[in-house]
C-alpha cells in the first residue's frame, strides 16, 4: 500500500465552498476533440476520475460567441442547447469522487472569430494575437460593452452550474483569457477606470469574480489562472507585477491557478525544461494569498510532489500532461505502485492533436482519446482470443508496446531482437540533445514486461522468414522499424537526388551509430520536424561548421505543433549553426552542395567537407514480404497471422509506433469487422428545417 511519505497528497483540501479529495489537481487541457468530439472527450475525462484525480478540468470552454478561436477546436457555452454535451461531461468527472471544474474563456485579442463572423472586442483596439496572424482586428470594449461582457460571464456561471460543475477557472494566462489581457500593460492601452494603474487594470477581474460569487459562489468555487511571468517584452505583465496583482488581491479568487507566460513557455517540452521548471517563478506566492495554490511543471515523481508541498510552494499538484501519459498516476501512487507510473516524455505530441485540429495522441498512452471512440481502457486489456502464442519481431516503440499490452491479455509473448537492448529507434534517440526523457518510453514498458511471467526476450535475434516457419509460433508480428535513407528522397525529390561521390553523406543513422562527419557539414532537412535540428546541435555541439538548409520558410517546421520551433531555431542561432531557409539543396557535387530558392529557383553554393541528409525513412519490410512470400508454408509451421506494424509498415513519430503495437495487441482474434469503421464517432444531428 501507499508509501506514507506520500500522505501528504491524499489530504481533502478545500477550495472555496468545495472540497477536492485530495491534492491531485488535473488542470485545463486541450485534447483536440472538443465540440466536435464531446462524448469521447468525457469519456477521457472519465478515465481521470478512476484514475484517482482530485479535480478534473475541461479543456478551454468558450463562453459566449462574439469571442472564439477557430480553426482550434475547444468546447463552446454559447446558449443553453451546449449544456447537455458538458453535463455529460461534468457528470464522468465526478465519477470516484472527483470535483468537475470547467474553464470559461473569453478569447479577447486571441479570438479571430472567424466562425461566427462577430467582431473581436478586447481591452484595447488591436490586430488579433493568434498562431495564425489572421489579418483580423480587436475593437476596444467600450463601457456598455463591459457591462456585457460582465453579464456573459454570469450567464456562463449559470449555465456550468446547472450542467453540474464544481469549479469554475476564469482563464487569463497563455495569451489566451481576457483576464490576462486586462492585466498587462502591452494588451490594455486604456486611459479609463481599466487601464493604466495596476488597481484599475485588475479591476474587470475584480468586477467579474463579485459578480459571479454573487451567482454561484455559495455552491462554486471560483479559480482564476493568470500567468506567472508573460514573457512578451517591457510592457508584459511581470512575474513581479504578478506577485503584486495578487499581494493586492490576496482572497479574489477561490484557488490561485498559476501557469508560465506563454502555452510554449508553460508547456515546454522536456528537449528545454526539466520537471519542475516554473519553480523559480512559483517560488514565494503561496506567502501573498491566504487561498490555495496550483502549479505545474511536468509534475510525474511522488517526491517532487511532496517537496513542493512541503516546501510551502504549492498546495495541489497540477498536472496536463503527466495526466494523459497516466491517468491513474494518482492511484498508483496511492496503492504504493510508483514503478507502475507511465511518466510523461514531454514530447507535447499531445499538444499537436489541438495545433492540427485532429484528435490528441500520446507517445506514452495509445488509449488518450480512444476511450470512447475505441472503448480502450488505459489499464486494463480484453479478455484472450483463441490463439496462444506470439513472436514479436523486433523491439522499438511498436513491438515493446504490443508485447506488454498482449502479456496482459494472456498470451505467451515471445520479442526477438537483432541487437543487444531493447528499445529500437528509441535507444538511440533517447542519447541525442535533449531527448533522454523519452527513454521513459523503453523504461516503462521494459519493466512492466519483466514483471510478467509470459514474456521472453532473445537478443542477438536477426531473424529471417526460415527461422521464424521453424519456430511454431501461431501469431507474427512484425515491427522491424524502419531507417533513414541516404538518397535524399521526401518532398523536393521524390526519385533519388544528384550527388556525385566528392563528399561524404551521412543519414542520422550513421551518426547515432558512431560514423561521424567532421569539419564543415552541410544538413539538407526536408523531413521538418525535430531531426534535422537535433544533428544540427550534435554536430555543432562536437565542433563541426554546421549549415542547415531546408525549404521550409520555419527550422524544424512541424514543431510549431509541438510549441518548441521558436526555441530551437533560437538554440540553434545562439550556438552559431547558420540556418538557411526556402531553399532546397538540388546538388551534391565537386565538393559542395547546390541550394535552389523554392521561390525564383536562384542557386548558391555551400562548399562543405560533408553533407547529413534528414529526408525521409525507408520501411524495414524485407522480412515481412518474406513471409508472405511463402504464404503457403504457414499452416505447416502452425501460423494463423502474420502483421506488419508500427515504423516497417510506414515511419511515423513514436506515438504512431506505440499506437501500432497497441491496437495490434487489442485485435489480434478479434473477429475481423469487414469494411465497418474501426472507431465510433459523433455526427451533428440534422436540423429539422
Ligand atoms: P518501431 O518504431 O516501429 O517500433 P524501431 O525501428 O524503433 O521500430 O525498432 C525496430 C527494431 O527491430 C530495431 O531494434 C531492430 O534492431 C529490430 N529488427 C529489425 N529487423 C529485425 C530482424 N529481422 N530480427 C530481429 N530484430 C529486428
Ligand atoms: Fe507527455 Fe508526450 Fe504523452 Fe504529451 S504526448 S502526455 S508530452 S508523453
Not at 30 to 52: H, L, Q, T, V
Request: with cysteine; net charge negative; charged share 25%.
Amino acid at each position: 500500500m501507499r508509501d506514507p511519505r506520500y500522505d501528504i497528497l491524499f489530504q481533502p483540501m478545500q477550495i472555496g465552498p468545495v472540497t477536492a479529495k485530495n491534492r491531485f489537481y488535473q488542470v485545463p487541457h486541450c485534447n483536440g476533440g472538443g465540440y466536435r468530439d464531446p462524448s469521447a472527450a468525457a469519456a477521457m475525462r472519465g478515465i481521470k476520475a478512476e484514475g484517482g484525480w482530485g479535480v478534473i478540468f475541461t479543456e478551454q470552454c468558450e463562453m459566449h460567441h462574439t469571442s472564439e478561436i477557430t480553426p482550434f477546436i475547444e468546447l463552446r457555452l454559447w446558449e443553453d442547447k451546449d449544456i447537455p454535451q458538458l453535463a455529460k461531461m461534468a457528470e464522468r468527472m465526478k465519477t470516484h469522487g472527483a470535483l468537475a471544474g470547467i474553464q470559461l474563456a473569453y478569447s479577447g485579442i486571441n479570438g479571430p472569430n472567424l466562425y461566427t463572423k462577430e467582431v473581436p472586442l478586447a481591452p484595447s483596439a488591436m490586430p488579433i494575437r493568434t498562431f495564425t496572424n489572421d489579418p483580423v482586428q480587436a475593437r476596444a470594449l467600450d463601457k456598455s460593452d463591459i457591462r456585457d461582457l460582465r453579464r456573459w460571464f454570469v450567464n456562463a456561471a449559470k449555465r456550468s452550474r446547472l450542467a453540474g460543475f464544481d469549479l469554475i477557472c476564469l482563464y487569463g494566462a497563455h495569451g489566451f483569457g481576457i483576464f490576462q489581457h486586462f492585466l498587462s500593460r502591452a494588451t490594455n492601452q486604456r486611459t479609463d477606470e481599466y487601464g493604466g494603474s495596476l488597481e484599475n487594470r485588475a479591476r474587470f477581474v475584480n468586477e467579474v469574480i463579485a459578480d459571479m460569487r454573487d451567482a454561484v459562489g455559495d455552491t462554486m468555487a471560483l479559480t482564476l489562472r493568470v500567468s506567472l511571468d508573460e514573457s512578451i517584452g517591457e510592457l508584459g505583465f511581470s512575474n513581479a507585477e504578478v506577485r503584486e496583482f495578487i499581494e493586492m488581491n490576496r482572497d479574489l479568487p477561490d484557488l490561485w491557478d498559476l501557469a508560465h507566460g506563454t502555452w510554449e513557455d508553460c508547456s515546454g517540452p522536456s528537449r528545454f525544461k526539466d520537471e519542475s521548471a516554473q519553480e523559480d517563478l512559483v517560488w514565494g506566492i503561496r506567502d501573498l494569498t491566504s487561498r490555495p495554490v496550483v502549479g505545474v511543471g511536468r509534475f510525474t515523481s511522488a517526491d517532487t510532489m511532496v517537496r513542493m508541498i512541503k516546501s510551502g510552494t504549492l498546495d495541489f499538484i497540477g498536472c496536463a500532461r503527466p495526466s494523459i501519459a497516466d491517468p491513474f498516476l494518482p492511484k498508483k501512487i496511492e496503492e504504493g505502485r510508483i514503478e507502475d507510473i507511465r511518466e510523461c516524455i514531454g514530447c507535447n505530441i499531445c499538444i499537436t492533436g489541438d495545433m492540427t485540429m485532429s484528435i490528441s495522441r500520446c507517445t506514452q498512452n495509445p488509449t488518450f482519446m480512444e476511450e470512447w471512440r475505441k472503448g480502450w481502457h488505459p489499464e486494463k486489456m480484453n479478455a484472450k482470443g483463441d490463439s496462444q502464442s506470439v513472436l514479436i519481431v523486433g523491439s522499438g516503440p511498436a513491438g515493446l508496446e504490443a508485447a506488454r499490452a498482449l502479456s496482459l491479455r494472456g498470451y505467451e509473448v515471445a520479442i526477438a531482437e537483432a541487437r543487444t537492448e531493447l528499445g529500437g529507434r528509441v535507444a538511440r534517440e533517447r542519447k541525442l540533445p535533449g531527448l533522454s526523457a523519452w527513454g521513459r518510453v523503453v523504461e516503462y514498458r521494459q519493466y512492466q514486461i519483466s514483471q510478467r511471467p509470459n514474456v521472453e526476450t532473445y537478443f542477438d535475434s536477426h531473424l529471417d522468414a526460415e527461422a521464424i516457419l521453424e519456430f511454431g509460433f501461431q501469431n507474427i508480428c512484425i515491427a522491424t522499424g524502419a531507417r533513414w535513407r541516404a538518397d535524399g528522397v521526401a518532398r523536393q525529390h521524390v526519385v533519388p537526388m544528384a550527388m556525385d561521390g566528392s563528399v561524404p553523406v551521412y543519414t542520422p543513422d550513421d551518426i547515432m551509430e558512431g560514423r561521424k562527419p567532421s569539419g564543415r557539414v552541410v544538413i539538407f532537412d526536408d523531413d521538418h520536424y525535430y531531426m534535422g535540428g537535433v544533428m544540427a546541435e550534435l554536430l555543432r555541439g562536437e565542433g563541426c561548421e554546421v549549415t542547415i538548409i531546408t525549404p521550409s520558410a520555419y527550422l524544424s517546421d512541424w514543431t510549431l505543433n509541438t510549441l518548441e520551433q521558436h526555441t530551437i531555431h533560437r538554440r540553434l542561432a545562439g550556438m552559431g549553426v547558420n540556418i538557411v531557409l526556402n531553399r532546397g539543396v538540388s546538388a551534391i557535387a565537386g565538393g559542395h552542395v547546390v541550394s535552389t530558392c523554392v521561390y525564383t529557383d536562384g542557386e548558391q553554393s555551400h562548399g562543405c567537407d560533408a553533407v547529413v541528409v534528414v529526408t525521409s525513412r525507408r520501411e524495414e519490410n524485407g522480412l515481412y514480404l518474406d513471409l508472405k512470400g511463402r504464404e503457403t508454408d504457414w499452416a505447416d509451421a502452425g501460423i494463423r497471422s502474420v502483421r506488419i506494424i508500427g515504423d516497417a509498415n510506414a515511419p511515423g513519430p513514436i506515438a504512431w509506433a506505440t499506437y501500432a503495437g497497441h491496437r495490434y495487441a487489442r485485435e489480434l482474434d478479434e473477429p475481423d469487422r469487414g469494411d465497418a469503421l474501426p472507431f465510433r464517432r459523433e455526427i451533428t444531428e440534422l436540423a429539422a428545417d
